[in-house]
């Protein structure tokens, strides 16, 4: 267990609904990062919060948001779902923004669009 | 942007022998290159983790070694046990500047009993 925790385990909605993916990162960690893991482009960066700010963006869609709160838990909401979203997202957390520090991944929420 | 590949896609070895995995980067700049093992259905887990001031590393039966000057790194599982089936991930990572690791596309381990 990493001690990062994910919801809903689960997810299935249809084309053109929103969903949000809530994340829990470590205790005393204040990054949160977003990645994506799909079949055919594997594990894929969205984006970073550090302490209630975006440090990092990599290739999140338009269509794709999220935020980090005061107690530093993050949501990513996903809009006018498409078929191809369907995936693994996963969070993981660090304790700060750089210097190589380990991230611990949850253990994810499949979504699948119907 | 920093690109890593990964080889091999699939590896079957018996149980007890070594598996090795290996993998390329392609910014000089990369200086820590985690290894993440995820088993079905769960959350890649850190197993090691390399930094580029260090030439290799090892924890019990699994030891990484890195060549900055070809920018490549493996992972060396020794004594292989049924419980390392799983899939491999390595990553790299500038340590500062630029927060997001980079992937590989990850090796299918299989350990045949």
């Known amino acids: 267990d990493s001690g990062v925790t994910q919801t809903p385990k689960h997810l299935i909605t249809a084309t053109g609904q929103r969903v949000t993916l809530r994340c829990s990162p470590r205790?005393?960690?204040?990054?949160v990062y977003w990645y994506q893991q799909s079949l055919d482009q594997g594990l894929q960066f969205l984006i970073q919060y550090y302490n209630g700010e975006e440090r990092a963006k990599g290739n999140i869609l338009e269509r794709f948001s999220a935020q980090q709160f005061p107690d530093l838990h993050s949501e990513l909401n996903l809009s006018s779902l498409e078929l191809g979203d369907s995936a693994l997202y996963f969070c993981?957390?660090?304790?700060?923004?750089?210097?190589?520090?380990?991230?611990?991944f949850g253990p994810g929420t499949r979504l699948t669009v119907l | 942007g920093e690109n890593v590949e990964q080889h091999p896609s699939t590896l079957s070895v018996q149980e007890g022998d070594s598996a090795v995995i290996k993998c390329t980067y392609s910014d000089s700049a990369s200086n820590y290159f985690p290894w993440y093992k995820q088993e079905l259905g769960k959350g890649p887990q850190l197993i090691i983790d390399i930094r580029s001031n260090v030439g290799e590393k090892k924890d019990q039966r699994i030891a990484v070694t890195l060549n900055k000057t070809a920018k490549h790194f493996s992972l060396h599982i020794t004594e292989t046990q049924p419980e390392d089936s799983a899939v491999y991930f390595c990553a790299a990572k500038i340590a500062v500047g630029n927060e997001k690791l980079t992937f590989g596309t990850g090796t299918r381990l299989t350990i045949i009993p």
């Open positions: 205790s005393g960690d204040l990054s």
């Open positions: 993981a957390s660090s304790v700060a923004a750089s210097g190589g520090d380990t991230q611990y």
